[in-house]
């Protein structure tokens, strides 16, 4: 039988035939388009990170040293404070993943094997928790047990053991954990859902406990659970918003913090910074070795077309209750406690007694009639909706390469850069911005980007556009050509051919991809701070300068009115996904 859903294209040419100027014209731009991906990535990622990596073993190369090769910088980060950094930094990093993915294991087993109630809400939660930047989390315990803070000013008395717990390796453990459960959830559940009630059945049959059948479930699991790792593993070394807040304050170096501190000091040690931009990425590679070590000479396949799908279990009222307790437990801590520490903060008046009829909207009136902070978050976002615009646009070029069969060596190495840009912590690329162009040769070339909103673009388009192509890959993938095609074969023209054939079945992701970019980008922190061109500042400076100035009820003020503003804008966009487009809305619901 004739396959008609993958080429259903009008035949080309006959052989030897000369091209028409025109299909030479659309040739070029197929060309051109199929280009476009290497250009950008090359421009936004390569050269900058790339050029920041080498200054590490050749200064002079760069005009920041008289050597030509060397590895003094590597032995200056293994040495003093910077060498204890690096150790903390692994062990957080190392702790935060274990819990994230203990924690992630439960919650998809609970919540895609059991009749748990809330499913539904649960799942949000997480969601919400992976949106909101991890220094939101570390602000909201500070606000909260800080001396004259919130619990002091509410309980009378000073939290000072809380206090120790929060500003320590503690705290920064369990926020990087907290911040890392989403991921882990999003590597296990897949493997929770899609696999069978078999070998539950057959070890129960066999007589053995709920330890003995764990022991026997949890090899099974062993891929989600090492991917899972992995990737808290890396995004918590990669953190800066716990490195310049909680660890800051508890005086506990990290080494994305040190990086900025580097790059950062007058005269800028680049090469510093290089070295430990080194030894985050090599840490990186161990976690993905370990992982790959632990996989190699096994089979994992538990999936045939004998398996009999998953019943969820009926939890008993006890069971319902404590698992009940355990999952609201853990999002109260997550993501109620820096909530309710956030709304406190902007609630309560700067000094004196607490009662209810104390509490006051002043620091909310004072954000909003504040011509500093309203520029601020009119810059900011007018920033993320440019980014999020090219994010979604060249991230459907790089997807719709990815997810093109036969793309051979060059689609493997764009699938390699993309995912080797996610692994890149964001305080490195913006290091790697300031250091490429701030060169004498970037002038020399009429390339004068430093200090420029441009530049400040291009720094949150590399960390959005990996993230945005992933995103769409899946999606864009699974649409046939041959949808378009019969589209335009019954003598549509191309653009109303594409929003009735196509855009249904992808606008879903489109906005959603949109929004996560946009979102992610109005609190980002690293790449404000450092790439922020004078005169201008972003929201995420903005908020943390008010802390700075011990403003704090101004900046929690600023954070709940941005945090409430982006839900807002997720719930209208949602809205009008559903008006304007209910197939895609449809289509959306099923997935």
């Known amino acids: 039988m004739t396959d008609t859903t993958t080429d259903t294209r009008p035949r080309a040419r006959a052989a030897g035939a000369a091209p028409r100027p025109r299909g030479r014209a659309a040739a070029r731009l197929r060309g051109t388009a ?33 050597s030509w090769f060397t590895l003094s910088a590597f032995s200056q980060v293994m040495s003093g404070w910077t060498a204890r950094a690096l150790l903390d930094t692994c062990l957080v990093g190392a702790a935060a993943a274990v819990i994230a993915t203990a924690v992630a294991a439960a919650l998809a087993w609970i919540t895609e094997r059991t009749d748990l109630a809330g499913r539904g809400v649960w799942r949000l939660l997480l ?133 900025e501190q580097s790059v950062s000091t007058f005269p800028a040690q680049f090469q510093l910074a290089s070295a430990m931009g080194w030894l985050l990425l090599g840490l990186v590679g161990l976690a993905l070795l370990a992982q790959r070590r632990s996989m190699r000479g096994r089979s994992f396949t538990v999936l045939s077309g004998r398996t009999r799908p998953a019943v969820r279990s009926r939890l008993s009222p006890r069971a319902q209750l404590g698992a009940l307790a355990g999952v609201g437990a853990f999002f109260a801590l997550a993501l109620g406690v820096p909530t309710f520490g956030a709304a406190a903060a902007a609630l309560l008046p700067s000094g004196g007694k607490v009662a209810l009829s104390t509490l006051t909207l002043a620091n909310f009136r004072q954000v909003l009639h504040s011509g500093e902070m309203l520029s601020a978050l009119g810059y900011s976002a007018r920033m993320s909706a440019i980014t999020a615009c090219a994010a979604l646009v060249l991230g459907a070029f790089a997807g719709r390469a990815l997810a093109r069969r036969g793309a ?64 769409l890959s899946g999606s864009l993938g699974q649409v046939s050509d041959s949808l378009l095609w019969a589209a335009r074969v019954h003598g549509r023209p191309a653009a109303p051919a594409w929003s009735g054939a196509v855009l249904p079945l992808v606008a ?84």
Not at 45 to 64: D, H, I, N, R, T
Not at 143 to 171: C, I, K, M, N, Y
Request: a neutral charge; aromatic letters at 8%.
């Open 508 to 591: 879903g992701s489109l906005v959603w991809t949109w929004l996560i970019a946009f979102c992610g980008t109005l609190l980002e922190l690293p790449v404000s701070q450092l790439l922020a061109p004078p005169g201008e500042e972003p929201l995420s400076v903005a908020i943390t300068r008010q802390l700075q100035g011990y403003n704090v009820g101004a900046g929690a003020a600023m954070t709940v009115l941005v945090v409430v503003a982006a839900l807002v804008l997720i719930a209208v966009a949602l809205g009008a996904l559903r008006l304007l487009l209910p197939a895609a809305h449809r289509l959306e619901a099923v997935v």
């Open 34 to 66: 199929r280009a476009l991906p290497w250009v950008v990535f090359a421009g936004v990622l390569l050269l900058p990170v790339g050029g920041f990596l080498l200054v590490a073993f050749s200064p002079q190369l760069f005009g920041q040293g008289g």
């Open 127 to 259: 969601w919400a928790l992976l949106l909101a930047p991890s220094y939101l989390e570390s602000l909201g315990w500070t606000w909260l047990v800080e001396p004259q803070g919130v619990l002091s000013r509410l309980l009378g008395q000073d939290p000072a053991t809380l206090r120790d717990l929060v500003f320590g390796p503690v705290g920064v453990v369990w926020v990087l954990a907290s911040r890392g459960v989403p991921f882990a959830y999003l590597a296990v559940s897949a493997l929770v859902r899609g696999m069978g009630r078999e070998f539950e059945d057959a070890a129960r049959t066999h007589g053995a406990s709920r330890l003995a059948t764990a022991r026997l479930l949890l090899p099974i699991l062993a891929p989600g659970l090492w991917a899972g790792f992995a990737i808290v593993f890396a995004e918590s070394i990669s953190d800066y918003g716990v490195a310049a807040t909680l660890a800051a304050q508890a005086n506990f170096p990290l080494v994305t913090g040190a990086m």
């Open 408 to 471: 051979g060596a060059a689609g493997r190495l764009l699938d390699l850069l993309l995912l080797a840009a996610i692994a890149l912590p964001s305080v490195l690329l913006a290091s790697g911005y300031i250091f490429t162009y701030n060169l004498p040769i970037a002038s020399d070339l009429g390339i004068n980007l430093y200090g420029t909103s441009t530049l400040l673009v291009l720094g949150y388009l590399a960390g959005a556009l990996p993230s945005a192509a992933r995103l």
